[in-house]
């Protein structure tokens, strides 16, 4: 204990020690001497709760009180811990007790006050031992008279009881505290200890000199400034640093002949993290941190680090981040789409003013439209990208056609595929040549150093970026060389990217051309106009028709591959292929439907075979069949959203024709409906990128189309126009298909129909019949040609077919000829041999006919042949 941390222990152990035995002694006096105001207050509590409550005053004047009364007061006994609770009535008698035997006996004690309305409390020794008991009285609510009392009683020693079960916990937390504050009181000893290290006066002499000795051979300068800002202490960095006085301990901070800014910033006093102070020649990096905290004494110590020889590695370590978060910038910045002539701009807005005055971008002028140039530094370039401080400048303008000369840094850099620094543009010569007039000009507007680095990417020279600084910007040295090589270097690749997918997307968009109808073929039946809108993620596979049948009918044809690219483009180029090979087929809409689901279904189990590309993932196809002779058109439609049809008074409606299911799930029927037309209509067929797409519904399409067919003129090109500005979006997100036509009606008196017995002689009479009508229609030339056409038919039909047997001619674009019969067998072309007396009817027809062919109804066949008008 010769130390004063022993010292100091003991006296604290011995303190709390003797704080803790005075605490537990004051807990039990205080404990004991308030059990009987703390039995009286319980006692005086429980009865008049019980005096109160509910239901009491009905026991008192029931027939039975004890009944009632007894197991209520039993059980409030057990719930509030006291002795025993006792109800009298006014000549004190009990009601209740604890034990029954007392029941109906005088109640021992004074009761008489309660019954005049007072509270009675006693102290008194009974048979249980010394308790207290109190007496309240019961009133009736309805009249307040006092109608009994209660009393109830506890034990002091059953209060006492509760002080001494809690004795042990609070023995047990004065001997814990005791044992915390002691085992903190050695901890504090030990730090005491640990930091004197035992060592008496003489010791700690010798260590603080030792401590003053470092502190004057650091090289970092110390001063320790009191509160009222006199200098207390400087080590002998800091009178380097500061080039103090030798006097200048003692002194205050500002007599000592520091700049303003040092001598303020000193005798603030406020705390300091690395503020930079110039301070003569030199850069001082300086720290302040007062001493008052913790209780400490007022002033402040501040450290002095010179970093003049670190600003220079600074400088550069700052512009080494720039360029670090400029080629971030330009990865996020540049590339965002796939479009050459915005990533060209990109690459110029980024780098402006960052690291350039101004940029410039050109490209080879194949470049733009997606091929790969030639590796020759002559090609004509385009300028695509310019960004400048300055909007007016004399650089050559965006999309000017630029011719590189041979023998320039330009044609140089283009031939080698290497970046060239021109740090000194006033001094250098050669860059002259590509055009001195604009060269003088650039010099005249400031700009005096520029970067050249050709856009380079998977070997292919797409074209050169130009860095220009002017003014008062640094000039260009070799670390800024180097940062618009790997700059350019990334925009290059994101160039390339967008050249290869422009040849592509075009590629795509060609075939997608190709493969729909160049134009419409000429025919009476229909005036016909027709929209393509591509969608703006490229090629997709929606197309339309337009096909000429016999009969002067007319087929209109609309359908949607789903997906976008060229695989959707050409599955949309063989199903288009197919419809128009079923159509020579001459078959009903919902026949036609069903072999092209059959043709869809075997395309993907071609296409998912090992090997094959990818499955078609789905079709829709309406097609339509209209009949100037009948007004009928026929129309049957697979998984498409249904047509729309105006009437000539601009009522519009949506035609009820049966929804089949989309082309490839094969199984499934297909239903054609008939829609008997009105002349001078409009049908409206559509793909569903016209009234669908992620932010509308297709009913909602379907309204807004509604509206735009009732408004819109009454032409076909009026009504594509009204329909595309109402429906569709500046940037479609699928492709629409829009074919319109307004529907005409072959003339009664271009119509001439006979029936024909089934008798040889007939045919005589049916070629009078026809003579006679084309001399009406002005044909005369070509009455031979169609009498042997309709001899043969007919000849046929008498021959091998049944009756009915009926002849129409149509006086179309070209003069059909009909001949029905109601028998499906179809006659067959033959090439009779030279002594055969047969077989040579159908040949004579194919021979002097342009078109002949079959088709079937629903009654029989219509065999019919075309010729070109005669004479006419």
Not at 428 to 444: I, K
Not at 850 to 870: D, F, P
Request: with cysteine; charged share 20%; aromatic share 4%.
């Amino acid at each position: 204990m010769r130390s004063v941390a022993g010292q100091v222990f003991a006296l604290q152990v011995v303190v709390v020690l003797l704080l803790v035995l005075a605490a537990v002694l004051a807990l039990v006096l205080e404990s004991h001497r308030d059990s009987t105001a703390e039995a009286r207050d319980r006692s005086v509590a429980v009865a008049q709760t019980f005096a109160n409550s509910p239901g009491i005053v009905a026991a008192m004047q029931s027939p039975d009180p004890t009944a009632i009364l007894q197991p209520r007061a039993q059980a409030a006994r057990v719930a509030s811990g006291v002795d025993f609770i006792v109800v009298i009535n006014p000549d004190g008698i009990r009601y209740t007790h604890p034990l029954t035997d007392r029941i109906g006996k005088k109640f021992v004690g004074t009761y008489e006050p309660a019954l005049n309305g007072q509270v009675v409390t006693q102290q008194l020794t009974g048979t249980i031992g010394p308790l207290v008991q109190a007496v309240v009285p019961i009133y009736n609510p309805a009249n307040g008279q006092i109608i009994g009392a209660v009393s109830a009683g506890i034990t002091i020693s059953r209060v006492n009881g509760v002080v001494d079960h809690q004795l042990p916990l609070v023995f047990g937390t004065a001997a814990g505290a005791l044992a915390l504050a002691t085992t903190g009181t050695a901890l504090a000893s030990r730090r005491v200890l640990r930091q004197t290290r035992g060592l008496g006066p003489a010791e700690m002499t010798r260590m603080y000199e030792h401590h003053d000795a470092v502190l004057h051979a650091v090289r970092e300068g110390v001063l320790i400034i009191g509160g009222d800002g006199v200098l207390l202490l400087a080590n002998d960095e800091a009178r380097r640093l500061l080039r103090l006085p030798a006097d200048a301990e003692g002194r205050a901070v500002t007599d000592l002949g520091l700049d303003d800014e040092a001598a303020e910033l000193l005798a603030s006093g406020r705390g300091v993290s690395d503020r930079v102070l110039l301070t003569g020649d030199r850069l001082l990096v300086v720290n302040i941190r007062t001493t008052d905290r913790n209780g400490g004494p007022p002033g402040s110590v501040a450290t002095l680090r010179d970093s003049t020889e670190l600003h220079a590695v600074s400088d550069t370590a700052q512009a080494a981040r720039r360029g670090l978060k400029l080629l971030y910038d330009a990865t996020v910045a540049v590339g965002t789409t796939l479009d050459v002539t915005r990533t060209a701009e990109e690459l110029a807005q980024v780098a402006v003013p960052r690291f350039a005055d101004y940029v410039t971008v050109d490209l080879a002028e194949v470049v733009l439209r997606g091929e790969e140039p030639a590796p020759s530094s002559g090609a004509p370039m385009r300028r695509v990208a310019f960004s400048g401080v300055r909007a007016r400048s004399p650089f050559y303008p965006v999309g000017e056609l630029i011719t590189i000369r041979p023998a320039t840094p330009q044609a140089w850099s283009l031939e080698t595929g290497r970046a060239v620094l021109d740090s000194d543009l006033a001094s250098s010569t050669d860059w002259l040549a590509q055009d001195p007039e604009r060269a003088g000009r650039l010099l005249e507007f400031g700009v005096h150093s520029v970067v050249r680095v050709p856009l380079r990417a998977r070997g292919v020279l797409l074209g050169i970026a130009k860095f220009w600084r002017s003014d008062a910007s640094e000039r260009f040295d070799q670390d800024d060389l180097s940062l618009a090589e790997e700059l350019v270097a990334r925009a290059a690749v994101c160039v390339d990217n967008a050249r290869r997918y422009t040849r592509e997307h075009a590629m795509a968009m060609t075939l997608q051309r190709s493969l729909l109808p160049h134009g419409l073929p000429e025919q009476n039946a229909l005036e016909v106009a027709h929209r393509y809108r591509a969608a703006q993620a490229g090629v997709s596979g929606d197309w339309f028709d337009v096909i000429p049948l016999p009969g002067a009918r007319v087929a209109l044809v609309v359908g949607d591959v789903v997906g976008h690219g060229l695989h959707a483009a050409a599955t949309m180029g063989r199903l288009r292929t197919a419809v128009h090979n079923f159509s020579t087929l001459d078959l009903p809409p919902d026949e036609l439907l069903g072999h092209l689901d059959d043709l869809v279904n075997r395309l993907d189990q071609d296409q998912t075979a090992p090997g094959g590309a990818d499955a078609v993932t789905g079709a829709s196809c309406l097609y339509a069949i209209y009949d100037p002779v009948s007004r009928i058109c026929t129309m049957a439609r697979a998984g498409h959203p249904p047509p729309a049809l105006v009437h000539p008074d601009g009522t519009v409606e949506f035609a009820d024709v049966p929804a089949g299911p989309p082309l490839g799930l094969g199984g499934l029927p297909f239903f054609a409906a008939d829609l008997e037309v009105p002349e001078g209509s409009r049908l409206v067929l559509y793909t569903d990128g016209l009234v669908e797409d992620r932010e509308r519904d297709i009913d909602e399409g379907l309204e807004l189309l509604r509206q735009a067919l009732e408004s819109s003129g009454p032409g076909p090109e009026e009504t594509c126009e009204a329909v595309l500005a109402a429906l569709l979006p500046d940037h479609p997100t699928d492709d629409v298909a829009l074919l319109v036509a307004r529907t005409r009606v072959l003339a009664a008196d271009r119509i001439a129909e006979w029936d024909v017995p089934s008798d040889p002689a007939a045919v005589s009479d049916a070629r009078a019949a026809v003579s006679r009508q084309l001399a009406l229609w002005g044909l005369e030339e070509m009455a031979f040609v169609t009498e042997l056409i309709l001899s043969e038919l007919i000849t046929n039909a008498i021959r091998y077919a049944t009756e009915p047997i009926r002849v129409r001619l149509l006086h179309d674009r070209s003069l059909i000829c009909e001949v029905s019969d109601s028998s499906s067998t179809s006659p067959h072309l033959r090439y009779a041999a030279t002594m055969d007396e047969g077989g040579r009817g159908l040949f004579l027809v194919a021979q002097f006919a342009e078109r002949w062919g079959t088709r079937y109804t629903a009654t029989g066949k219509v065999i019919w042949a075309e010729q070109a008008l005669i004479g006419e």
